[in-house]
């Protein structure tokens, strides 16, 4: 009985020790992307794109505010899910986010929001 009560706390500093955190351990296999080599004929460059939204809900409705830091205008549309089964979903159109330009979408929902969220679209100039 000494002998387990010395090793006890050994023991439990071992088992802390090797214990794997479950989020640790559940993302051991990410890797870095690999790299892109360009087609003979591929002379396009990738530009950064994607308005940086907001999206806030109070109660019934949803407010989102879009900023456009890039040069590429940015068609962002809100989408509103609704809680109740009997309450329309909504698919906003899309509005222009020019370069430099913050823009505002409204939604709402007749009771309860249960998501909301913006889609992108880039527009060709």
């Not at 870095?32 to 003979?40: G, I, K, Q």
Request: contains cysteine; negative net charge.
């Amino acid at each position: 009985m000494r002998l387990f009560q010395r090793s006890a706390p050994v023991l439990a500093a071992l088992v802390l020790l090797f214990a794997v955190p479950y989020d640790a351990a559940s993302h051991l296999a990410r890797t870095a992307p690999h790299a892109r080599v360009a087609d003979s004929g591929d002379d396009r460059r990738t530009e950064p794109f994607g308005a940086d939204c907001r999206v806030t809900v109070s109660g019934s409705d949803v407010t989102a505010y879009c900023h456009n830091p890039y040069p590429a205008t940015d068609a962002v549309s809100l989408h509103v899910e609704c809680d109740r089964w009997w309450d329309i979903d909504s698919d906003g159109g899309q509005v222009p986010a020019e370069a430099a330009e913050t823009v505002r979408l409204t939604g709402r929902c007749w009771k309860e929001v249960r998501s909301a969220w913006i889609s992108h679209a880039k527009v060709d100039d």
